[in-house]
């Protein structure tokens, strides 16, 4: 067992109360820790190391062996204890901390499922071959959503992606950080709670791991252990149509109390068609041209 994790058990274990025999730990002279032209200090006769007996449980017996200590002010008898023998002899630690350690990861890992991880999803058959991601035709908007088939009118296409956050929050950090994550993120009416898609360095990609960048480690834990979790973010891509495009094709109904945004066709599509949003009173048009 490495060393570091042994002390750190014992720490935990709130066991380093008393006098640990340097042998245990590798650290006399002749320790390949140590260098071997490091002389040990002389000690006087109150200083000189005693033997001790310490138990040593072998086969279900208990038995004693001498082993030099040396007293060490605000440690006591660590060494006199089974648990001590169990880590150092048989280089286990105690199913207590074994138990103790799985329950805080496990609840820890439960707590970043519930509250940082992605949602939204698609409802319309068979997206590979439905929807299409390319260029927008609207100058300025970087990748727009398109349908790669006709697509009749009241088709529900599927909710909005990304990880539910407190909207000030958000907007006092990963936005003041990274401010271009405002324009993919979804602002609910009642300006509590946004759904934000992008990813730690907040850029929208194909997918959306989830994750929250002001948790320790819960961007790694969501691009690696939940990576499975992940969503798709096609519905995202939907701009906001520029004057005299011809308006918007889709709708979006906010259900407050599932905090999600359903999106529906209010038109008959046609294939090649670029999918058009209107975002609201709010939303800054200001980066729009003409349309191609």
């Known amino acids: 067992m ?14 380093f109360d008393g006098a640990f025999s340097f042998h245990q730990l590798g650290a006399f002279p002749n320790s390949p820790h140590i260098s071997n032209n490091v002389r040990a200090p002389k000690l006087s006769r109150a200083q000189t190391p005693m033997p001790m007996l310490r138990p040593s449980c072998r086969k ?11 007293a060490i002010p605000g440690v006591s008898s660590l060494i006199t204890t089974p648990a001590f023998e169990s880590v150092t002899n048989n280089a286990l630690i105690s199913p207590q901390i074994i138990t103790a350690s799985a329950s805080a990861i496990l ?17 319309i058959p068979d997206p590979q071959n439905t929807l299409l991601i390319q260029p927008s035709r609207v100058p300025g908007a970087g990748l727009g959503l398109f349908a790669a088939c006709s697509i009749p009118k009241g088709t529900v296409l599927g909710t909005y992606a990304g990880v539910l956050r407190e909207a000030q929050m ?6 003041r950080q990274y401010p271009q994550a405002v324009g993919y993120s979804w602002r609910f009416t009642d300006n509590k709670y946004v759904i934000d898609p992008t990813d730690s360095q907040g850029e929208i990609q194909d997918v959306c791991l989830g994750g929250n960048t002001d948790v320790p480690l819960s961007n790694l834990v969501f691009g690696t252990l939940f990576r499975f979790l992940s969503v ?9 149509p520029p004057i005299g495009a011809g308006g918007c094709n889709v709708s979006a109904k906010e259900n407050l109390a599932k905090r999600e945004v359903v999106f529906e066709l209010i038109q008959n599509v046609n294939s ?12 800054d048009r200001s980066r729009y041209g003409p349309p191609r």
Request: with cysteine; net charge positive; hydrophobic share 35%.
């Open 2 to 15: 490495n060393r570091a994790v042994l002390i750190f058990t014992l720490i935990a274990t709130s066991k």
């Open 60 to 70: 279900g017996r208990l038995s004693t062996s001498t082993t030099s200590l040396f």
């Open 107 to 123: 609840t820890y890992l439960y707590l970043l499922a519930a509250f940082d991880r992605p949602r939204g999803y698609l409802t």
């Open 170 to 175: 958000f907007y006092d950090g990963k936005c």
């Open 232 to 240: 798709n973010t096609a519905l995202c891509r939907i701009n906001e």
């Open 272 to 283: 090649g068609q670029e999918l058009y949003l209107d975002y609201g009173l709010d939303y």
